[in-house]
């Protein structure tokens, strides 16, 4: 065990000595001179002493401190108590880093860790592999100088990193990238990379698919509605098959209504880039909305239509008017008639808002976020019964994704529904 630091020790060690000294001066009546001589002496053992703990700090190469004695004994022992200290803080630190570094390893996505101005300062084995890295030799490089691609230096520039940026790479067999950054830190960033080919060739497998089988239902439906047509009105008034060819019929229609709606969806969501140059006629979008409303209304609902007939947009009228009537006929048909709709387009701070207000029967809240996903339907004989698809939610909400919009859902069970939608600012027509 080392000596702790004691001043009342120092103190009268001190103290004894120059007693020590006084005495012997007593005794041989020379107390100036022996007082002068032991302080002198001190002194230079001090002097020693203190070379010795120099020489030990910057020359010596032992761990353990040289034995000091007096008061240089707890100096010495506090140093070699310090450094043990240090020491175990230093291999604590260096096994969490290990740790540390071993879990970022075993990541199944490449990860690399960027300073404030976006150089590399540690990245692990897969971001070599996915990304092209090498290590160390890429230590302190700038990553956009790495990954190679206008898009991503625009999206590291931007420093808005809410949304995952995809990389294509053309060279690798077009193997798609899923880039997401964090901050984190005092403006260190964290870049994890993640391999997402296998998951996109699904999608388009399933998209093709989708589209392959309606495109190829679409003509023997056609045949087989022309067929019941022309066996309806061959057959004998009052005879009992009428009733079943008049069932056929209806689900022959729902099936091709669907299949036409599947195919829509399949086009929009494959223009991967919609032509956002057109100007979009709003006021004759709302008349030709206005006809669909009331034929679907047959007077039996208060119908209220408000519209700026000034304020026209950018974008694709096709799916504009699909994103609109699907609104418009959905609240329609889940409301009881005698109930109101009322539809608006007119100018909000955020941009340019369409609206469908209905007393209709309203949606619980659990359903709300699942409305958009293709066949969700809170009530499948309701929308079986009112001839619905399933699909007339999905159709508008990718129809909105291509204006950057999104589709606003509130909704009071029993009291009614309102959807909306705000067309961004900068796809108003200002002229
Ligand atoms: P559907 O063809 O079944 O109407 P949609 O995708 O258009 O399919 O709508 C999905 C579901 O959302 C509907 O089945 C219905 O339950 C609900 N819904 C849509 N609009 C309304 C509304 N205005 N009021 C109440 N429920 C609605």
Not at 164 to 191: H, K
Not at 378 to 385: F, H
């Amino acid at each position: 065990m080392f000596d702790s630091y004691s001043g009342y020790r120092l103190l009268s060690r001190l103290v004894i000595f120059l007693l020590l000294c006084f005495a012997v001066g007593l005794l041989i009546n020379q107390v100036l001179w022996v007082m002068l001589i032991g302080t002198i002496g001190l002194l230079v053992w001090h002097y020693k002493q203190l070379s010795r703990l120099n020489y030990w700090l910057w020359r010596d190469k032992r761990l353990t401190p040289p034995n000091g004695s007096g008061s240089w004994e707890g100096v010495f022992n506090g140093i070699y108590r310090l450094q043990g200290k240090n020491r175990k803080r230093v291999s604590q630190l260096a096994y969490l880093l290990a740790r540390f570094r071993q879990g970022a390893e075993a990541l199944p996505d490449a990860a690399v860790v960027l300073d404030s101005e976006n150089n590399i300062l540690w990245c692990n084995k897969l971001a070599q592999l996915l990304l092209g890295l090498v290590w160390p030799q890429d230590n302190g490089q700038r990553i956009d100088n790495l990954i190679r691609h206008p898009d991503f230096s625009i999206y590291l520039k931007q420093a808005d990193f809410s949304d995952p940026f995809e990389l294509t790479d053309t060279q690798n067999d077009a193997r798609v990238l899923e880039i997401r950054i964090m901050g984190y830190g005092s403006g260190q960033l964290l870049l994890i990379a993640r391999d997402i080919t296998r998951i996109r060739q699904l999608e388009g497998m399933r998209k093709e698919f989708v589209a392959n089988v309606s495109h190829e239902l679409k003509t023997p439906l056609t045949v087989l509605q022309g067929y019941l047509e022309m066996m309806q009105g061959m057959a004998e008034p009052g005879s009992p098959s009428i009733k079943a060819m008049e069932q056929m019929q209806q689900q022959t229609h729902r099936m091709r209504s669907m299949v036409e709606q599947l195919l829509v969806l399949s086009r929009i969501e494959d223009a991967s880039a919609v032509n956002l140059e057109a100007k979009v006629n709003m006021a004759l979008l709302m008349d030709t909305l206005k006809e669909e409303a009331q034929a679907l209304a047959a007077n039996k609902y208060q119908l209220c239509f408000e519209s700026d007939a000034d304020l026209n947009i950018y974008g694709n009228e096709m799916l504009l008017r699909s994103a609109c009537s699907n609104l418009v006929s959905n609240a329609i048909r889940y409301t009881e008639p005698g109930g109101k709709v009322s539809i608006a387009w007119k100018r909000v701070p955020m941009g340019a808002q369409f609206s469908v207000t209905d007393t209709g029967e309203g949606i619980a809240p659990q359903h709300l976020t699942r409305l958009t996903e293709r066949f969700y339907r809170v009530d499948s004989a309701r929308s079986r019964q009112s001839g619905g698809t399933g699909l007339g939610l999905a159709i508008t909400k990718h129809a909105l994704s291509h204006h950057q919009s999104d589709l606003n859902i509130e909704s009071q069970l029993g009291k009614g529904s309102c959807f909306s939608f705000i067309i961004p600012i900068h796809l108003i027509d200002m002229d």
